[in-house]
């Protein structure tokens, strides 16, 4: 099949070529192997990122590394999308004649390819912004470690940690929304009242007066109409599974590939704080159909279970290391409202335990919150450079380059 | 070893000190702040918060022990507090603290919106060359705090971070600055608009947005930022490893990256003709901005900033190449194909050399990004629908010149295309020649753009327009002059001198028919360039008047001995100069040629 060449400037570009056999027919079955392949990797590749199941016996090899929802986890999470990217785009774009797309169904697909990427792109910051937020927490949470982690342990450090303590677990309780508020809260006033001695649990209000004053201003980086949720349910509203028996076959790698956005956007958003989740989806449509939507329902699956076994609807977010983070938290500041100096043996020894797991939680944060970020950088770079390359084929059809405007 | 007496006595009274300010011990301790009280007191304090300190290092038994770092945890917890009082007391809004100098009258600027006295201090500081700046010459730091606050803020920092409470430190002052520096956004204008929301917005709105962000982004790098850096600097440095660098970080990471967001955002928008000027100013004020964000975003932590500041830049450098891209292609679809009544200048033309020209003015830019040749054209090209184009003659042009003539060639291969709607093939060439014309006379009224394209292709142009001219006279007049000629007129052997009257009856007809005809017609073509309009008259008048007056001379006479000779010499030699003054002034005349004389 001739190519139209007029512009070439995409298609110059590329390095991979599809294997352009003259014969119409051996093309169409290639398609279709290729589509198999395709489904097949995706499917493979989002099985092999749920839990393993607890070994049976204790020999069995390495510990699951990456407990879901993890900071390694969504590293690999990430790792996975850009690889299916990477296929879908060589399957359905690289060495296509572009007139493709300007005929139904593939006409009607494009704009909501183009619609998804945006979105996809402003969650990408937001989430980005959220995890300095994780950053932040990490960085109180550090304070309580050192703290405790002084000998002999005494009223000092365990006061110095318990207000650590109590600010995380504060900026952590407070909505989404709720963080802005005081965020500016603080520039105005600050409230120097101080929590008299014992008692109370995190939440009172005197403790939010006093915790206002370390309060990082988390104001957000979008307008306050911006919703995460709101940019879920959009997206996942477009998805819906082709008909079957259409001809090029391209409308199922596209519904499999913006599935696959909008569920890896969606667990983004589902761990980290960012803003306005309320009423976030808790079930994407997945078809059951389709090999890799039985992989991707099985994730989600995991994921609900999780979810419930939450007492809370998870507000902070379901990421392992905050989940943890936030219970350690607790029992650590829990020992310190009942901390008398000297305290006893197998007192110390206990929290010793609990400060030991929170100091490991803030080392899996400190190694892995840049890079995810990083990474999270490297996801976006991708979604552009794939729109564009969308663009480019909308304008070598022609229809979509606008008249000279004068 | 046992302390000495002294020592412990000093330690009680310090401890004594500390525990007073206690404010969870103490309604008065609440209310009242040490750093804003006297000199005395402050010193007092801070001289028992050293005081328990040293006495850390010399107990021995855990209890000294645990009550030393008891009292030093409520002193830091007091000084974390004392801390963020000085500094809120002292985050006044950025205007109050700015230079505002209005003595630079000239700086002209139509779009106003954002007029705060922050950036009258960047059209300040940008027309004066002199002043305590950095290498740049452009970074400005203002004094965020006096320096008695500063002398305070410092002072607390020592203490709290020898006694090893750097974190809090580092949150504290993260926590307020940050939220002055959002202020300071607010009144700068710069919005928080998602990716989304900038693809929705018409680009009339957002070249406003871009206008102001330039403004905004150089006070917040030149300025605001390099200000808060210096304030991290006055009040940690040399204190632990690095902490000016963690402060700075921690106060405008955020605030960069929304900033830098929004010029990401248009980087990455959809391309069209029309944008290709706000993001070249995009693209020149980043890259104008570059040298200066280097120097303040110098630390390890803000990286990440630099790193997407240069992705920016080449992003819109990108954009910028693609826009090129498209405006060629659009000019050679332009699908109209109404022909322009009386064969004027097209607004395609006019469109596309204003833009050209427009190029041209941001030559300097252009030069750096565009790098590769037109990617169509090529000699043998095939496709009908591209014209062709050797660049081998043109191999010391630079890549943007090569782009400048391209597009003249593909304007003129569509206005061929154009040319062809017209019905009568005499106007199509009137267009030809009016178009082409009014690009070479748009190409000389611009050095730039004139140096550029060449001369030598300016030549060729010229030619164009000139051989255009000529077939259009060819195409009309032609067939008149033909009237006029001498064959077929003489007769063999007969009663009269040998002219065939019924011959040059008709001959006299066709003419008259024929002229009226081009002269109800032709005058309402247009010829907007005076000279060449009064050229080409002048080159019909000289083939056919001088034509016209030679037959009527010859042959008047046969035709004035017959009957009614007024049907046939309608006009005289100075009738019909007259009426060539009636071509190509684009309006109707009176179906009557004037007769002066009969």
Known sequence: ?406 | MEPPENDVVAFESAEKIILRWDSTASEDAREKMIFAGDRHEIDRYLQAVDEIQRSMEFATLSDDQNKANSAIQIAMARLEDEFRNILIAHTTPMEAESLTDTSNEDYHDNNSEVDSPLTKELEHQESNSSGSYRSTNSIREIDLMPSDAIYDLRCIAERMISAGYLRECIQVYGSVRKSAVDSSFRKLGIEKLSIGDIQRLEWETLETKIRRWIRAAKVCVRILFASEKKLCEQIFEGLGTATDDACFTETIKGPAIQLFNFAEAISISRRSPEKLFKILDLHDALSDLLLDIEIVFDSKSSESIRVQAVEILSRLAEAARGILSEFENAVLREPSKVPVPGGTIHPLTRYVMNYISLISDYKQTMLELIVSKPSTGSRYSSDPNTPDMDFGELESQTPLALHLIWITVILQFNLEGKSKFYKDTSLAHLFVMNNVHYIVEKIKGSPELREMIGDDYLKKLTGKFRQAAINYQRSTWVRVLYCLRDEGLHVKGSFSSGVSKSALRERFKTFNAMFEEVHRTQSTWLIPDTQLREELRISISEKLIPAYRSFLGRFRTHIESGRHPENYIKYSGEDIETAVLDFFEGYQVSQHIRRRSQ
């Open chain 1, 1 to 406: 099949m001739p190519m139209t060449d007029n512009q070439g400037s995409f298609l110059n570009r590329i390095s991979i070529r599809r294997n352009q056999v003259s014969n119409m027919e051996n093309n169409h079955e290639q398609d279709i192997e290729d589509l198999e392949l395709f489904q097949k990797h995706v499917a493979d590749r989002f099985s092999d990122l749920l839990p393993n199941d607890p070994p049976s016996t204790t020999d069995s090899p390495a510990i699951d590394q990456s407990p879901l929802f993890s900071i390694s986890w969504f590293r690999k999470l990430l790792d996975v999308f850009l690889c299916c990217e990477a296929e879908f785009k060589a399957l359905v774009l690289i060495g296509r004649d572009p007139v493709q797309f300007s005929k139904p169904p593939l006409d009607r697909l494009v704009p909501d390819i183009l619609e998804r990427s945006i979105k996809s792109l402003d969650i990408c910051n937001a989430v980005t912004h959220g995890l300095e937020l994780v950053h932040h927490w990490q960085k109180l949470a550090q304070i309580a470690v050192t703290a405790f982690e002084q000998k002999p342990m005494g009223d000092g450090q365990v006061r110095r940690a318990k207000k650590a303590l109590n600010t995380l677990l504060t900026s952590m309780m407070l909505d989404d929304k709720e963080n802005n508020y005081h965020a500016k809260a603080a520039e105005r006033t600050w409230s120097f009242g101080r929590r008299s001695g014992g008692g109370g649990g995190g939440a009172g209000n005197n403790n939010k007066d006093r915790t206002n004053g370390t309060f990082r201003s988390m104001s957000w980086s979008v307008a306050k109409s911006w919703s995460a949720s709101k940019q879920i349910q959009a997206m996942a509203s477009n998805l819906v599974a082709p008909r079957g028996g259409e001809p090029t076959g391209l409308a199922v790698p596209i519904y499999a590939m913006g599935t696959i956005f909008v569920f890896v956007m969606w667990a983004l958003v589902a761990a980290i704080p960012c803003q306005e989740r309320t009423g976030l989806l808790t079930h994407l449509p997945l078809p059951r159909n389709l090999n890799w939507g039985q992989a991707l329902i099985a994730l989600q699956d995991k994921i609900a279970e999780e979810w419930k076994k939450k007492e809370k609807k998870g507000t902070t977010g379901l990421l392992d290391e905050m989940q943890k983070m936030e219970k350690v938290a607790q029992n650590l500041v829990d020992f310190a409202e009942n901390f008398q100096f000297p305290a006893e043996e197998e007192k110390l020894e206990e929290v010793a335990e609990q400060v030991a797991e929170m100091a490991e939680i803030c080392r899996k944060m400190e190694e892995g919150l840049t890079p995810l970020q990083q990474q999270i950088r490297e996801v976006f770079h991708r979604i552009v450079r794939s729109r564009a390359e969308v663009l480019d084929v909308l304008d070598q059809i022609g229809k979509m380059s606008p008249p000279v405007p004068y």
